[in-house]
């Protein structure tokens, strides 16, 4: 059976990629779900901030896979403000926290692809956005989430575990996921 | 869905608000700031007629975060001031989320900011569109899952594979999604007929503009 391709070369945006985005938006809604209880066991505990940061990567997950299933400018802001979005209408917890958030986490990894000129949207690029992603909703966290109170030797350890955990779900897993939509030629290459 | 329950304000109105205080509030450190406007999101929700099993059930699962908040600055701050400020402000957050979610469906505020904001007919649509999907995708979910168990295999959330499955399923919906809409008459780029009006009065952009500058003169001064 021939699976069905995406277009990358349209730079506006269809009705098709629209839709496209919001199913995978509810899809990945529906991973955050899970993930949550994973993240409430350990939230309700001084150990909160580590469990931020360990947990982060895999809210980050949908604007790298919209981006390079697309490959659009800004197919990764509006990827993950629309998993927001719709997180925060469907299955949220979060209040507003979700959609500034997922302005803050689509932007982050959004720079990644952007400094490069949206070039190629390969490995590289991916993972420049892992750093881009890591630095800007950290630097985010220093207000939203009081990090700015925390001592220096915790700031680091919670900096490196988010690197770890971004690196992880949506640099290494998104990368996975890439090759696997190359081979069966469901994106190209 | 949920129903629109009698509400005061306009969507725009109340997206606008709820986005304004909150990036107020994250860059202040006023706990009573934090209680005022969770008092007074509280107040609106009673005004609006939200039942109370629903915030009950919001602020229930808030709780959680604002404990471990608190416990966290307590732990590694040893300031019961900040402890206060990060555990008040969830609380803050989330009354703010319910402004919006608690009292107007998805497709009202999309068809509000598309009208007052121009927010594109294709986004408005195709998010709508996906959004009658839900339990497609949740039952696609555990199809994949299935099939995979009958081929002894198991597929977690961390695996890739579930993802192009899932993906392709997605691209599936989506390419027949887009031609329905197509064949109804939709079309990208061009204007529609608007069923939905709604307007903002001068006194509601009035109230939005007081309300920021009141909620920043305080953050801030």
């Known amino acids: 059976m021939q699976l069905p391709t995406v277009n990358p070369h349209k730079q506006h945006w269809t009705i098709h990629d629209v839709i496209l985005l919001s199913l995978i938006a509810i899809f990945f809604g529906l991973i955050y779900q899970g993930w949550n209880y994973v993240y409430y066991l350990l939230a309700a505990t001084p150990l909160k901030p580590y469990a931020n940061d360990l947990t982060l990567g895999v809210w980050l997950m949908a604007g790298p896979v919209s981006a390079l299933l697309l490959k659009k400018r800004n197919a990764c802001l509006i990827g993950e403000l629309l998993a927001a979005i719709l997180e925060m209408f469907i299955f949220s917890s979060w209040g507003v926290a979700t959609i500034i958030s997922g302005i803050i986490q689509g932007l982050g990894s959004e720079c990644g692809f952007a400094l490069t000129g949206y070039h190629h949207f390969d490995n590289g690029e991916l993972f420049l956005s892992t750093i881009t992603a890591t630095l800007i909703t950290f630097g985010w966290d220093l207000f939203q989430n009081g990090y700015l109170y925390y001592p220096l030797h915790m700031l680091i350890t919670l900096l490196l575990l988010r690197f770890i955990s971004i690196g992880l779900f949506a640099g290494l897993m998104v990368a996975a996921i890439k090759k696997l939509l190359i081979k069966t030629k469901v994106v190209a290459a | ?221």
């Open chain 2, 1 to 221: 869905m949920k129903l629109t329950t009698n509400p005061r304000l306009n969507p725009t109105i109340a997206v606008l608000l709820m986005l304004i205080l909150g990036l107020i509030l994250t860059f202040t450190a006023k706990i009573w700031l934090n209680i005022i406007v969770f008092v007074g999101c509280l107040l609106y929700l009673l005004a609006c007629r939200v039942s109370f099993k629903k915030m009950g059930i919001a602020l229930l699962i808030a709780f959680p975060f604002a404990l471990g908040s608190w416990l966290s600055f307590i732990s590694f701050s040893h300031s019961y001031t900040r402890a206060w400020l990060y555990a008040t402000r969830i609380y803050t957050y989330f009354s703010l989320g319910a402004l919006v979610t608690l009292c107007y469906s998805l497709k009202t505020v999309l068809l509000s900011l598309h009208q007052h904001f121009r927010l594109s007919n294709t986004f408005v649509y195709g998010i709508l569109t996906a959004v009658g999907m839900i339990q497609n995708v949740k039952a696609q979910i555990k199809k994949i899952r299935i099939a995979a168990n009958m081929h002894n295999q198991t597929l977690n959330w961390w695996n890739p594979m579930l993802y192009l499955k899932i993906i392709v399923s997605c691209l599936n919906w989506s390419d027949n999604l887009a031609v329905a809409m197509t064949l109804q008459g939709f079309s990208n780029d061009y204007p529609r007929t608007e069923t939905y009006h709604d307007s903002i009065s001068i006194f509601q952009w009035g109230l939005l503009i007081l309300l920021a500058l009141v909620c920043g003169g305080l953050a801030f001064f």
